[in-house]
């Protein structure tokens, strides 16, 4: 005769099953009886400063008035801020006159601005002081209408 394939882990297994079955019954039964919040206790309510709080606002505090030409719809415009001088001063820091580019070192603000040959109007070396203007091109800053400064 055959005996029953029932062993220790089988049996172990199954426990935990029925233990698991018997918890979820519980917590079911805890969701039954408890009654659910009402509905104050699911407001929220948020603050002058956009946080949220389980209390209402205190209608007695005094609300800030905003004035409704200051309120700016749309993109600023640039032109507004901080006007930048077309025209700077910089360094040659290194040009490759067979490949037709280089970078020249910004005077003020110490960055590293991209040139190319086009751009160029007096033939540049490395080491040479500049004059030019920036324009925003697909990769960053280039420079333009580079001239030599004459000393």
């Given at each position: 005769?055959?005996?029953?394939?029932?062993?220790?882990?089988?049996?172990?297994?199954?426990?935990?099953?029925?233990?698991?079955?018997?918890?979820?019954?519980a917590r079911k039964e805890e969701r039954k009886s408890s009654p659910?919040?009402?509905?104050?206790?699911m407001l929220a309510y948020t603050d002058e400063f956009g946080n949220l709080s389980d209390t209402p606002p205190d209608p007695t505090k005094k609300k800030k008035e905003i004035n409704e030409e200051d309120i700016v719809l749309g993109a600023r415009n640039s032109d507004d801020g901080n006007f930048e001088q077309p025209l700077r001063e910089g360094v040659v820091s290194f040009f490759n006159t067979s490949k037709?580019?280089?970078?020249?070192?910004?005077?003020?603000?110490?960055?590293?601005?991209?040139?190319?040959?086009?751009?160029?109007?007096?033939?540049?070396?490395?080491?040479?002081?500049?004059?030019?203007?920036?324009?925003r091109g697909p990769k960053g800053m280039n420079a333009v209408n580079v001239t030599l400064v004459k000393k």
């Open positions: 005769m055959a005996r029953p394939k029932e062993t220790y882990n089988k049996k172990e297994k199954e426990k935990q099953k029925l233990q698991k079955r018997k918890e979820k019954e659910g919040r009402t509905f104050e206790e037709g580019y280089g970078f020249i070192k910004d005077l003020e603000t110490k960055e590293s601005i991209f040139v190319h040959i086009n751009g160029l109007v007096d033939s540049v070396s490395e080491n040479d002081k500049v004059n030019f203007e920036t324009e």
